[in-house]
């Protein structure tokens, strides 16, 4: 995997499994975590404010986790958002869920920035986005503000 700040990350199976047992880590570093969770700006995206919440278990399908477990991966999604919001990040968000076979749930906290207007929905042309933002947003600048805003969520987690 290439991260958003173009290094080549190596891992074995899993890559949130890798993660959470510390086998490579982002040059932002960690947003919060505790004992069950990680938030962290999504690892090869170059979105200023694009968050990852992801279980420290390896976890598949959110039916998985307990009741317990569920309310409080949405309080951190719910936090970062309104952390995000209070700091002027981004004003509106698309939180959506990924269940991938042999990989980690995760739920990506999706800010909807003005430059993203121009590929229409936002579910609908992800990938479009997603290309876009590995085409032309992967330079210091990004990477500068992109550590901003990790150490914003971090410091005010």
């Known amino acids: 995997m290439i991260n958003y700040a173009l290094e080549e990350v190596t891992y074995e199976g899993c890559p949130s499994c890798a993660f959470?047992?510390?086998?490579?880590?982002?040059?932002?570093?960690?947003?919060?975590?505790?004992?069950?969770?990680?938030?962290?700006?999504?690892?090869?995206l170059p979105i200023e404010g694009f968050f990852v919440v992801t279980p420290k278990s390896c976890v598949e399908k959110f039916s998985e986790l307990t009741s317990d477990e569920q309310h409080e991966m949405f309080d951190i999604v719910?936090?970062?958002?309104?952390?995000?919001?209070?700091?002027?990040?981004?004003?509106?968000?698309?939180?959506?869920f990924e269940e991938k076979e042999n990989r980690?749930?995760?739920?990506?906290?999706?800010?909807?920035h003005e430059w993203m207007e121009q590929f229409g929905s936002i579910t609908k042309h992800i990938d479009d986005i997603f290309k876009h933002a590995k085409a032309n947003f992967r330079n210091e600048d990004v990477y500068k503000r992109i550590n901003e805003i990790s150490d914003i969520v971090r410091n005010n987690f």
């Open 20 to 44: 959470a047992r510390g086998e490579f880590s982002l040059p932002c570093g960690m947003a919060y975590e505790n004992e069950r969770f990680m938030l962290s700006q999504d690892w090869e």
């Open 78 to 96: 719910n936090k970062t958002i309104e952390i995000l919001r209070e700091n002027n990040i981004c004003e509106r968000f698309n939180v959506l």
């Open 104 to 112: 980690h749930l995760h739920i990506w906290i999706m800010p909807r």
